[in-house]
């Protein structure tokens, strides 16, 4: 069997800016069903299967290797799991998609401007405050790798369902790890970056999954794929 499933995202700029992309190389996809199916199509090469699921989930089917072809944020094979970056392969960067996740500290902490100092406070915290310093997130598996590094140990994540950015000024956590394109959010919530704070710097990437079959007709098939977006080979 050739065919390979590629999965897009199904919504917002990073859907429009990648049918955009495939369509200017020549490979329009279609979605027959509407906006709202999941399911497309790629008439210049049939043999290509097309998906529309959510950013995450493309993430964790190309780790898995149930999607083959996929395109999301570098930010989340780094967060799905661990060793989710040696699972894919990027075969194309693509300029659009672009943002830093950082760690950011209220203004107010003024001595506070490494991860240094943050591991200082984090260390006396819990004799001054009588609780741990919560960190407010919805990257919990970055966070814990990069305070782990930073020698962070004194700390609990606060788990963000919501507006990531607004936990501080509502008591719900001390500091915040988010992702950021400008800036501009977090100096409206009264945050700013540690200077050595950005702890990836992310943008919409395509990629190729390590774990799924590339055998004979398939291999061909992505092989083609991939010359006609003017990717590197797999």
Do not use: C
Request: charge should be negative; charged fraction near 25%.
């Amino acid at each position: 069997m050739s065919a390979i499933m590629l999965a897009l995202p199904s919504k917002g700029r990073l859907q429009e800016e990648a049918m955009a992309l495939f369509a200017g190389s020549g490979l329009a996809i279609e979605r027959p069903g509407g906006a709202r199916s999941y399911l497309g199509e790629m008439a210049a090469m049939p043999e290509v299967v097309v998906r529309f699921l959510s950013a995450s989930e493309i993430a964790r089917e190309l780790i898995r290797g149930t999607i083959d072809v996929g395109i999301t944020g570098e930010d989340l094979i780094h967060e799905s799991a661990e060793t989710g970056p040696a699972q894919v392969r990027i075969v194309k960067r693509l300029g659009f998609g672009r943002a830093d996740v950082v760690v950011a500290v209220p203004d107010a902490w003024i001595d506070v401007t490494t991860m240094d100092d943050l591991s200082d406070v984090a260390a006396d915290f819990r004799a001054r405050h009588g609780r741990w310093l919560r960190v407010a997130t919805k990257y919990l598996n970055l966070t814990r790798r990069h305070f782990a590094q930073a020698g962070i140990a004194e700390y609990r994540i606060v788990e963000s369902l919501g507006a990531t950015e607004a936990a501080p000024a509502s008591g719900a956590a001390d500091l915040i790890v988010d992702i950021t394109t400008t800036g501009s959010t977090l100096q409206a919530n009264g945050l700013r970056v540690i200077t050595d704070g950005v702890m990836l710097e992310s943008e919409a990437v395509l990629m190729v999954s390590r774990n799924a079959g590339w055998e004979g007709a398939r291999r061909s098939t992505l092989d083609a794929l991939l010359q006609k977006i003017g990717a590197e080979p797999f």
